[in-house]
């Protein structure tokens, strides 16, 4: 892993542990937001986090919260794939709130 990917995971875990105490968890989500935003140069491998976020890694929630600004393609087309590949419907839930955060986004501006 490089030192991005560590402090994306890092940042991860701390909204983990937030999200098991903390009444607003949004200072959390944000820390993850700004560090990925300033990180455009490691946007292919900050996508592969996210990816491995909605497969499991981490909390789900981080994906959710930070597509709806950063909208990358391929986090969507990961979410519609790991939907379509289920019966489970907590993974289900799931990938319709990761998708859903893209609508919201347009629902927003339009």
Known sequence: MSQITDKFWALCSEVDEALQGVDDVR????????????????????????????????????????MRELRWPEVYDAATELLRGTDDFRVKTVMHHVRNAYEAHEDEEG
Do not use: D, Y
């Open 27 to 66: 200072p959390f989500l944000l820390n993850v937001l700004r560090f990925v935003q300033a990180m455009t140069q490691a946007r292919q491998e900050l996508a592969q986090c996210f990816i491995e976020l909605l497969k499991g890694r981490g909390p789900w929630e981080v994906a959710s919260f930070c």
